[in-house]
């Protein structure tokens, strides 16, 4: 059905080259290139309007790029269903009527294809990922009834049973208290275990210095990408930032940022 | 460019759809300017005003009086008219407000006036059955009180009047004797008469009929029957033995074909409140009626 | 018992009862499943509007093919297809917000209809029969295309039952599945043509987004997961559908009428009386 383009064994799985997207006249992004390596785990910040969730969905093949090359272990975006998309929890529909197991299972209709239904394995391979991110007790539940780290977990779970081998992540930590989240980075471990590539949008520069590979800093271009202490120095961070500040601590000292978080950052539709 | 093309034609459709057809205005050669709303009306009208008028039919062939819209172009005509020949008996429902609105000056003269009105089956109306056009006896009237209008309005020609409205008179006389002969031919007990809407009241009453019953249970075409007042007609057609259900351009033939299906009954159609072209069965009143006439006859023979 | 059961069977001892009550009960199954999406994706304007749509075609039908309701269905069937498209496509091109395209196609159809009808002068009542729904003058034939074209909408939904799910619930999910997602929202969107289609026979135009939204939208007050919505929101659909017959026999009201509005006072119950939700419950 989907003819799942074979993946190229030496090829990094994420490769993009001079990407740029414009859309409406204006300029998401400008020439990014990077590529990841199988099983990192990246967090991807930068300021409101940086272009975070664009980048995401143009990796993932949901926007197409005005120019530049994005290439998941070789090939473009489009052949694959490997890729799963965690979208901000402010983007869903809470009160449409799926339960948590109906929303995990969406993941994996690629995989069932036209005209057939989830078979066993299939049910199967949802379980398992309910399991593995703690919420089978709940598979039930109807989606709206769920605390924010539960609806995180869900999706989660979705992209686990999408069989996903890259994941990206918008913001997962936002309005989640301090437990959920580290409960979350704990699931990032397990992904991690199943050589599974992730990229984490986030506003928190201090998980990101603490549980992440490397770090990219974003603002329409790509400031840095590298190892967090490369990364966020103040000079990269008020390139980034502007005028904004938050307070973190980093290997040469304090340095006080802030930043005007969180609500509707890229409004792409 | 898809979008602004859509556009564009949807503001394009009006112009290209309106048409502009419609009577103009005759030359100005003295002959009365007088209008008729529906053909039948217009049929007799031109057979007592005959060279001496000038006639403008409103509704064209094969409309339903019932719930006319009128459109712009006739109000042009009611306001250049001098008088206006309406059936009446509130069959026009359209044309007071269009009289008012246009403010003509028109003399407004309902041919069906003097004639007693039926009550209308089963109803509690106030109104009474319009459809008095059915007995011919009553077109009689139609034209003496025709033949008086014309001939107050041009006294000149008043002679000329009163010698067509006589003559029609005797037509009319001739066609209610054949239609008698005609109708001696039905037994007694099938003269049972169910149509799509209380049509036939006067030739009921005239040529000893009964109106059994209606499906849209009305006197107007607009009516929708509800499941109680359609089962109880084909009860009834069932256990009078009624042998047709007589349909007309007014009402949906749907209902009326499943209806006949169901009972095993014939749908017949007739004419009711229009005539037709010259090259129809019906082109004029003594046409229609021995059209319909002939119908009814060969249905329930 | 006995005298219930006579109540029960007496108005389908005459086959127009009967006729009308299959049609009734595959158009209120049939709006009901399709209204479940159309509440969901918030289109009930627009299922109002293919409705209307549907004029231009039927009276383009009446001037070219004459009066039979086959040839007001096809015509029907086709006008209602090449709106639903003709907004799909519109709304794409978003500088025009949906419901002001629909809106403006709306209006133009069903003018255009009206002055397409002002041109032939003499149409009445074949086609307001039409329009306002004509449940107990269904043939056989009606019955066969109604049947085929339910069964049709049926499987469909049946056949896209995930994609559909996924197309409604994240767009983008279905961009990174690769789902062809402007192919399925076209199906979609031909299958309420389909619906209108069909339904208009027995409720007639202006009833319709009645029997579109409300067994839906009571259906998504009880259930919470999808496919339960579809399977209440049919029944309820065919209860209202069967009760409003009965209420047009025994109380002398018009069907279509009595159908919806069956379908709402069971929307009203369900909305006030519902467990722990139900408005009743909320004032105390």
Known sequence: MYPHTHHQPDQPILDVQHLSVNYDGRVALEDITFHLHTGERVAVVGPNGAGKSTLFKVVSGVLPPTSGEVKISGNGPRGHICIAYVPQRSQVDWRFPASVADVVMMGRIGQVGFFRWPRRSDWDTVHAALEAVGMDPMENRQIGELSGGQQQRTFLARALAQEAELVLMDEPLNGLDTPSQEAILALLDKLREQKITVMVATHDLGQAASHFDRVMLLNHRLVRFGVPQDVLTSENLLRAYGGHAQLIKVADGTTALADSCCDGEDEHE | MFRKVILLMIMLLPLSVSSCSGGTPAAPDGKLKVLATNSIVGDVVNLVGAGNIDLTVLMPVGTDPHDYQPRPQDAAEVTVAQIIFASGAGLETFLQPLLESTGTKATLVEVSAGITLLPLPGSNQSTGDPHTWMNPNNVIIWAENIAAALSAADPAHTADYQMNATAYTTSLRDLDAWIRSKVAQIPLQNRLLVTDHAVLGYFAEQYGFTQEGTITGSFSSDAAPSAQELAALEDKIRQMGVKAVFVSEAVNQTLADQIASDTGIKAVWIYHATLTAPEGPAPSYLDFMRYNVNAIVGALK | ?284
């Open chain 3, 1 to 284: 018992m006995n005298n219930l059961f006579n109540i029960l069977l007496k108005p389908f001892s005459y086959d127009f009862m009967l006729r009308g009550l299959v049609a009734s009960v595959i158009v209120g199954v049939v709006c009901a499943v399709v209204g479940v999406y159309v509440v969901l994706r918030g289109m009930a304007f627009f299922g109002d509007a293919l409705a209307h749509a549907v004029l231009p075609g039927v009276a383009l039908g009446y001037l070219i093919g004459g009066s039979s309701r086959d040839t007001l269905f096809w015509w029907a069937l086709g006008a209602a297809v090449l709106m639903a498209l003709a907004v799909g496509r519109i709304s794409k091109h978003a500088q025009i917000r949906e419901d002001t395209a629909i809106g403006i196609m709306f209006a133009s159809m069903f003018a255009l209809g009206i002055a397409l009808i002002s041109t032939v002068r003499s149409y009445s009542v074949d086609l307001s029969h039409f329009l306002f729904g004509n449940v107990l003058g269904v043939s056989t034939r009606d019955l066969v295309l109604t049947s085929v074209f339910g069964g049709v909408v049926l499987v469909t939904i049946f056949l896209f039952y995930k994609e559909f799910l996924v197309m409604s619930f994240d767009p983008v999910l279905a961009a990174t599945l690769r789902l062809p997602s402007g192919l399925l929202n076209n199906i979609l969107l031909v299958l309420m043509a389909l619906t209108v289609s069909v339904a208009m026979q027995t409720v007639g135009v202006a009833l319709m987004v009645a029997m579109l939204v409300t067994p839906a939208a009571t259906a998504s007050l009880l259930t919470r997961r999808l496919w339960h919505g579809m399977v209440v929101s049919a029944v309820i659909g065919a209860f209202s559908a069967v009760t409003g017959l009965y209420l047009s026999y025994y109380f002398n009201i018009v069907s279509g009428s009595a159908i919806v509005l069956t379908a709402t006072t069971i929307f009203l119950l369900v909305f006030l009386f519902q467990p722990h939700r139900g408005l009743v419950w909320k004032k105390r």
